[in-house]
């Protein structure tokens, strides 16, 4: 098997086993509240005292006894859980980031080309680079999600947990600085404590400093935006390679210089006509069966925070308990109808 294969087959795999890690870790979680909820156990404080086994009950507010075979199970079975509970997070985060990556094409084809990425990378020497906040399509990226290549032949933009996306220097149409940014704009030090990648609606304006990139690449709609004050050097490089294209006579690049975007359908045209349909061009998005079994997880989910509602929520919190079980089931109803009305369509 050729290297290009088993990446092939690696990145076709992938989302399927993030989905089994996702989908076995909250199931596991789920078995294990299943066994210790009626009594609220904690099997981490157990005790052995002249034959007994001991476990600490919250419900009643001291040591209970079990049976040594369910004592010995649970204190092995809670460890699984908290040790599985990163890599659950993990694939989580690259289901999310999967599922919206097809947010990124907006009007324009979501069609990423790898050789379109690899040709900007051999063009020359790197120009400049940044992670930062960002905007593509009705995705928004805080920092450092986002990392800003600059080369002679075009940018290259990699969201975190998703494939790079390019954008030849003759298909930028225009590079504006807006919000005040300028050579003069102090960068942002603050450190970023968490990150955050959400759907915006189609209207949504950042605001602050900012460089807007009109373009006509595929797999971006346009423009994309860069967020923060200290990205005035890598508007001015991504600028200077958009001016070297359109001063460079049609022969001498490898696509004529774009002043306006093309359409989707043309523009997926010409990268498979370059590209060729089985090897450039591919899609990103979540296979179907994967989206049908995140709705199911997700109805186990909200069945399991429903039922913790009525059963230890309201005895236990009184007002705030009702107050959680009905959110938990306005949550469930909703995801429910929403799950029904995509399954019809």
């Known amino acids: 098997m050729t290297a290009a294969r088993l990446k092939a087959t690696i990145r076709t795999a992938l989302p399927y086993l993030a989905f089994a890690v996702v989908a076995l870790g909250f199931l596991n979680f789920l078995w294990l509240v299943s066994e210790t909820f009626p009594q609220q156990l904690i099997p981490s404080d157990g005790r052995v005292f002249s034959g007994h086994y001991l476990l600490w009950s919250k419900t009643n507010g001291g040591y209970v006894e079990v049976t040594r075979a369910f004592w010995e ?21 690259y289901l999310v980031f999967a599922q919206l990556s097809g947010k990124m094409g907006g009007h324009t084809s979501p069609v990423v080309s790898p050789e379109r990425v690899q040709q900007i990378r051999d063009s020359g020497p790197l120009l400049a680079s940044t992670r930062s906040a960002g905007l593509i399509g009705r995705v928004s990226l805080s920092r450092p999600l986002m990392r800003i290549q600059v080369y002679p032949a075009g940018i290259i933009i990699k ?109 997926e045209t010409k990268a498979r006509e370059q590209f060729g349909t089985t090897q450039g061009a591919r ?63």
């Open 73 to 93: 199970w649970v204190r092995f079975h809670e460890p699984t859980v908290f040790l599985s509970w990163p890599l659950v997070m993990l694939s989580g985060g």
């Open 159 to 267: 969201p975190l947990f998703m494939a790079e996306r390019a954008i030849l220097a003759s298909e930028i149409g225009a590079v504006t600085p807006e919000g005040g940014l300028s050579s003069q704009s102090v960068p942002d030090g603050r450190l970023v404590l968490g990150f955050g990648v959400a759907e915006v609606s189609p209207s949504y304006r950042p605001r602050g400093p900012l460089v807007q990139i009109e373009h006509a690449g595929i797999g971006m709609a346009s423009p994309v935006i860069i967020l923060g004050a200290g990205n005035w050097d890598i508007a001015e490089a991504i600028r200077s390679v958009a001016d070297a294209a359109r001063s460079t006579s049609a022969a001498d690049v490898v696509a004529p210089a774009q002043q306006a975007p093309m359409p989707s359908s043309s523009i």
């Open 283 to 345: 899609r990103e998005h979540l296979p179907a069966a994967i989206k049908v079994g995140l709705e199911i997880l997700g109805i186990i989910i909200g069945v399991a925070m429903v039922w913790g509602g009525i059963a230890w929520a309201i005895p236990q919190l009184g007002p705030f308990g009702v107050a959680w079980t009905a959110l938990a089931l306005v949550i469930l109803t909703a995801n429910a109808r929403r799950i029904l009305v995509g399954w019809r369509e």
